[in-house]
């Protein structure tokens, strides 16, 4: 059955694709909270940070880019628990079909809807004034970690998809991957905060991730680009572990 | 095939689920080209046992096998073979009933399947609707769909658990045209249901699902013939309040 795993793949994700573009809400709502942050702490809390000569956009984007995906993937969770729900993730099951197809479509459409979001926030914070030195290559490497990104917190995503047991359930796990970036380098430099906050800010997979893009659009080099990697690749193997373990117990 | 050789044969299945033993050793056959009918209450474990058939769920002891490949060792064989229609219509609600055929059509990776879907649509009465999204659709019309979308294909034996529940009797009577259709065509159908008379209306057989167990299978005539004997009694024959539905909206049957 292997040999249908991608046109099988691609015809599911066809599927899940127009879930995506006939209900342009759910997008928009994934823009619209990062974008209001955005706004907020640039033109409220931002003048009362100091982040020496860098203008506060520039320093804070990085941060908004990465809740703008913790958001964006809780509707990844949500469209895989609805299919469990309504039946039609079984009837897919019951078919001749490579079965894991069922996932890799919501796993692609993930990326492809965040990707949407995370370019409609670029777009506001460039209007707001956000200005990038990077280069072509730069702006390669931005891409590719954000993919990464996605991809590790898409295969957590799947796990409330296939085990929660109520709507609210599947979608309550993305709040503490929203909030990670608060207590990290993403809005305010690490040192003013006291001992043990500072200790997990600086060794929690935001700060390296945040610092690492920041980096990247400043036109520098990237010392802590190790680190972030090896916190995605982590993350994305740890959770396509779970996410497989929950898909196991599901399926027969 | 012969009798001897059952399109589904079912051994000593059991099933538990914590200490909750759902089943507890069913045996049963179904004659290819035959309507089946399990029947039972609400948890007699009679989608337990259309699961494990359906390579949903794996059976703790026993062996099923469905067109002669088993269901544990040969899932994907199985899956060839069948076609599950569930409890709740399981269609795609943000789709048009079109999409919804065309993409079976294509996970069955059948040649030309908008062709297949359009000859569905018409084979369902659903031609007028399929553009439209199935959130718009009743509940026969989904149902409808539901059962179109399993017969892309023309699988040989198609389960069908409860595929009247919450219908209304007209699109029920719908339901069963079809299902007697399909037996036409040398189809097998298992059906579970808890409507006796759907039982009755339908099934070669029956069989009563009943604390985890097959307790009665046979003919109808078989099983009537458990019970004593018929008495003769008069009485008057008022019409059900059925009879009165379905004469009352005779004619303008659904053109939603």
Known sequence: ?252 | MTADHPTIRVRGLTKAYGKLEVLRGVDFDVAPGSIFALLGSNGAGKTTVVRILATLLKADAGTAAVGGFDVATQPARVRESISLTGQFAAVDEILSGRENLVLVARLRHLRNPGAVADGLLDRFSLTDAGARRVSTYSGGMRRRLDIAMSLAGSPPVIFLDEPTAGLDPSARLEVWQTVRGFARQGTTVLLTTQYLDEAEQLADRIAILHQGRIVVNGTLGELKQLLPPARIEYVQKQPTLEEIFLATIAGGREQE
Request: proline share 6%.
């Open chain 1, 1 to 252: 059955m292997t040999t249908y795993l991608f046109s099988d793949s691609a015809v599911l994700t066809g599927r899940t694709l127009r879930h995506v573009t006939r209900s342009l809400d759910t997008i928009i709502t994934t823009a619209i909270m990062p974008i209001a942050l955005m706004l907020m702490f640039v033109y409220v809390f931002g003048g009362a940070i100091d982040t020496g000569p860098v203008p506060y956009i520039d320093y804070m984007l990085p941060g908004i880019l990465l809740i703008t995906i913790a958001s964006g993937i809780s509707y990844t969770a949500f469209r895989l628990f609805m299919d469990l729900k309504s039946g039609i993730f079984e009837r897919f099951q019951s078919m001749p079909i490579a079965r894991s197809g069922v996932l890799w479509a919501h796993v692609l459409t993930s990326l492809a809807a965040n990707t949407i979001s995370l370019v409609i926030v670029l777009g506001v914070a460039l209007l707001m004034g956000f200005r990038s030195s990077a280069g072509v290559l730069a702006w390669l490497a931005v891409g590719g970690i954000l993919l990464l990104f996605t991809l590790a917190l898409t295969w957590i995503a799947v796990i409330p998809g296939l085990s929660a047991t109520s709507v609210e359930g599947a979608g309550a796990f993305s709040y503490p991957l929203v909030f990670l970036p608060f207590v990290s380098s993403a809005f305010v430099p690490t040192e003013t905060m006291p001992g043990p906050v500072r200790w997990f800010a600086e060794n929690q997979p935001v700060t390296p991730i945040v610092n690492t893009l920041r980096d990247l659009f400043a036109g520098r080099p990237a010392d802590d680009l190790g680190i972030a990697l090896a916190w995605c690749g982590g993350l994305l193997v740890v959770a396509y572990v779970f996410a497989m373990l929950a898909y196991r117990r599901k399926i027969a």
